[in-house]
């Protein structure tokens, strides 16, 4: 279980990273570009994922892989400023609960069977998303619309696309380090893209934030696939571990460290969250 700790703590360090960026003058968007040079060269160098899968891959999965590529370094934005607005404690309990998204899409589009217990655990990672995105103060009904809950929907619709579209990938047979790389490497290439259109300078903080951002992010990877293959007959133990850490450390962080202030109903949409997280992983 050390590995699932490691990967939870690398996780919500990601958010700690993205919260402090502004705060020690480092450019959030250089710096998720380079967080992709960090995380390309950490795949090609721990991973070493062969190259022939990706030059056998179809038309068909090589959109996907675009569409990833085009993705991560959106959404990553979007989980930036959800961190920055929102907060850490709702960001990292909305990218948690986006593992909804693929079990609802797989209980209605594709025909999966749905147990009781996955079922209730949908439900009630629905209202625990209402809960923790609500606002009751109504003097900045304008500024709540925009930060209160727009950006953590963002990060749970966004990460949730993410996931099916890689269960797509892995559908189709590509070992998953050959995917990582090429992804990755799209994302590096969108990333510097966008830096490049917004007109962003290059500044070295920046870049060793960002490289210091991929370290993080491919550690949180990297300790994640070990703990499967630490545990082959528990995937569930891992799943529900990996998640109900990050939401419970993301809190004790978010709350202890930079003093974020929850509300009742918040609070209670964290305690389903978690119910919901549980229910999801052993039903």
Known sequence: MTQVLLAALCSVLVSVLLKLARRRGI???QAIAWNYVATLALTLVVLRPP???LQAAGAATWVTLGALGLLLPTIFLALAASVRHAGIVRSDAAQRLSLLIPLLAAFTLFGQPASDMQLLGCALGLLALAA?????????????AATGWGWPLAVFAGFGLIDVLFKRVAATGLPLGSALLAVFALALAVGFAMQRARGARFTLRSA??????????????LFYLHAHRALPDNPALVFASMNLGVV????????????????????LGLLL????IALLAWG
Do not use: Q
Request: glycine share 14%.
């Open 27 to 29: 450019d959030v968007g």
């Open 51 to 53: 190259l022939a899968p």
């Open 132 to 144: 923790m995105v609500w606002r009751g103060d109504r003097t900045a009904a304008v500024d709540a």
């Open 208 to 221: 060793l934030g960002g490289l210091l951002l991929g370290a993080c992010n491919f550690a949180n990877i």
């Open 248 to 267: 419970v450390l993301g809190t004790l962080v978010g709350v202890a460290v930079f003093k974020e202030r929850l509300g009742r109903i918040n609070a």
């Open 273 to 276: 969250a978690l119910a919901a």
